[in-house]
């Protein structure tokens, strides 16, 4: 798949993966719109592009500004920031000098982030097998960490007969330092990318990163298939 990071969180939403509230914008009205609608006093406006790095990403207009993800506290930022992306050309590490036109943003609702994490499924051709790839280096490319801190990547591959179980969710749970209500959070998280990963036929399901919120809550905050 090539889909969007919200067209992405929209369909693991579907199979039960908490995901933080929000709504895709195509104008400046529209994304103040769905500022109103969330509510609060916090929202990230996100640009969407089929390409990572987004938030470390500059834009050819305004290289000194801003990324392509944006953290505001009023209307008003959310409107100059959905301003400043719509129409404007991302350049990250993945698009390469030429970049990518944002045409739509999301706008999505404040998190209080206590813990950044890192969590995908894919398909391991050499064992033929549905492998959770999960670090507690959340926010960072997995190549990056695979590198530089190997041990700090978890693995768990699971039995394409028998499919996942509680057991392969809790390794994961626990080899990511979680505890208490967090490990049942993180069971039913995972457990829902499962599906997803298995019924939409898709060869990678990655979220980076899943954060622990202050409240202890485990939240897919990015995503991508």
């Not at 969407?48 to 993800?69: S, T």
């Not at 693995?155 to 028998?162: L, S």
């Not at 179980?165 to 209500?181: C, M, N, P, T, Y």
Request: a neutral charge; charged letters at 25%; proline letters at 3%.
């Amino acid at each position: 798949m090539n889909i969007h990071e919200y067209q992405a969180k929209s369909l693991l939403e579907r199979f039960g993966v908490a995901v933080p509230r929000g709504h895709v914008a195509f104008s400046i009205e529209e994304a103040a719109n769905a500022a109103r609608e969330l509510g609060g006093s916090v929202w990230v406006v996100k640009s969407q592009i089929h390409a990572g790095g987004r938030g470390a990403g500059k834009f050819k207009e305004d290289p000194n500004g801003g990324g392509g993800v944006r953290v505001v506290k009023s209307m008003e930022e959310v409107r100059t920031n959905a301003d400043a992306m719509l129409g404007a050309t991302l350049v990250t590490k993945q698009t390469g000098p030429a970049g990518k036109e944002v045409r739509r943003i999301y706008i999505e609702e404040g998190c209080d982030i206590d813990r950044e994490l890192y969590l995908a499924m894919l398909l391991d051709r050499n064992t033929s097998r549905v492998t959770i790839v999960a670090s507690t280096e959340g926010g960072k490319e997995i190549e990056e960490v695979a590198a530089k801190t190997p041990e700090k990547i978890v693995r768990v591959g699971i039995d394409p007969v028998t499919g996942i179980s509680g057991f392969h969710a809790r390794k994961v749970a626990f080899g990511l330092g979680l505890e208490g209500k967090q490990v049942s959070a993180a069971v039913r998280l995972l457990m829902g990318m499962y599906r997803a990963f298995i019924e939409l036929d898709a060869s990678l399901v990655e979220v980076n990163p899943m954060v622990i919120t202050g409240a202890g809550d485990v939240i897919a905050l990015d995503a991508k298939m």
